[in-house]
């Protein structure tokens, strides 16, 4: 089956640095993306890794193994607009997005 | 650009009532539109994958003729919830794919939240 397993809840204080680990068993890979999700709101795209390696963008970088089936989002200098769901999705051989449950994350002043 | 656009935002009906969500491309065509259920904390669940000028194709689990979708033109499908009740209560939100565009892209839309009383 396929499966994306992220944390559900993390904290952090303001300022700080935070990452959001996820890993995934999927038919096929097209890619996977970070997508940030405030309460009631549609999901925003983030990032989309689909080699190896780091993709940096502003104050959020994504990583991707596709050997280890692993990817991380990390949030710099964290401001409490960054409270919100952030979750990971892969794009299978379908070019269908399988979704993870997404991780809530919490700033604290 | 890619706007996708969802209206209404958020509706209230009685059981048993039928409700249309609308989902738009305002400035790109859309060949493909999507469109998922989010449960409170819970991930995105695809219910169905619609292509315009054809039948959607629907995820196991997904009754078809409770949930309608069409997709006439390359900027509008919709979905319609026949005989809506309590459990259809949701956060149904579109994603369209361009025309042309390339098969990892999908833009979302603001999402329609349904309450069913």
């Known amino acids: 089956g396929q499966n994306i397993d992220q944390p559900t809840e993390m904290t952090a204080t303001e300022g700080a640095i935070v990452q959001i680990n996820c890993t995934y068993q999927?038919?096929?890979?097209?890619?996977l993306f970070w997508y940030q999700q405030h309460a009631g709101e549609a999901p925003t795209f983030l990032s989309y890794?689909?080699l190896d390696g780091l993709e940096e963008k502003g104050r959020f970088s994504s990583f991707l193994s596709r050997s280890k089936g692993y990817s991380y989002l990390l949030l710099k200098e964290l401001q409490m607009k960054d409270s919100a769901s952030y979750l990971c999705?892969?794009?299978?051989?379908?070019?269908?997005?399988?979704w993870g449950a997404g991780t809530k994350l919490i700033i604290k002043p | 650009g890619a706007v996708v656009s969802q209206h209404p935002s958020w509706v209230i009906c009685k059981s048993g009532t039928s409700v249309k969500i609308e989902c738009r491309s305002l400035d790109f065509q859309a060949t493909t539109m999507f469109w998922y259920r989010q449960f409170p904390k819970q991930s995105l669940m695809l219910m169905a994958t619609?292509?315009?000028?054809?039948?959607?194709?629907?995820e196991q689990g997904v009754e078809k003729d409770k949930f309608l979708i069409n997709h006439a033109s390359l900027t509008l499908s919709t979905l319609t919830v026949t005989s809506a009740h309590p459990e259809d209560s949701s956060f149904y939100i579109c994603s369209a794919r361009r025309l042309a565009g390339e098969l990892n892209e999908q833009f979302f839309g603001p999402g329609t939240r349904l309450t069913v009383l």
């Open positions: 999705a892969v794009m299978d051989s379908n070019y269908q997005l399988i």
């Open positions: 999927t038919s096929g890979f097209n890619g």
């Open positions: 890794n689909v």
């Open positions: 619609s292509n315009e000028g054809s039948k959607a194709t629907y």
